[in-house]
């Protein structure tokens, strides 16, 4: 049963993860490892630390990419991810027009969206705003 479960979780993941590696002017993507974004979201009492999906860049923008089940995107802590990355992306991106670099994109994309066939510009009805 939990070894099921966690094949149902890391199948988006590896398809997200394929389907970058496949993606026409991607210029950078790698998945993203502990603390190297430094991102923190409240839920409760607890400020745990929230590690993105992935990371890719093409010409003109960064995306932190996400990938949850489209049930749990609604969920509090979904929500609280998605915001303090959001923030997250707000600062990178005024930071990066004051040194003339690129602007940050968060994308939170439903897993059931993701196969080896899109490309990371179908992911852009993704994109969340605040």
Known sequence: ??????????????????????CSGLLHNCSVATSSFQIYYKLGTEQPEYVPDFVAEIDAVIFMLETKARKDLKTDEVKAKAAAALQWCRHA?????????????????????????RQLTDFLRSEVKG
Do not use: C, F, T
């Open 1 to 22: 049963m939990i070894e099921r479960l966690a094949r149902d979780l890391r199948g988006p993941l590896l398809k997200l993860g394929q389907a970058l590696k496949l």
């Open 93 to 117: 991106s005024d930071y990066a027009v004051r040194v003339g670099g690129k602007p940050w994109k968060y994308l939170l994309v439903p897993h059931d969206e993701v196969n080896e066939s």
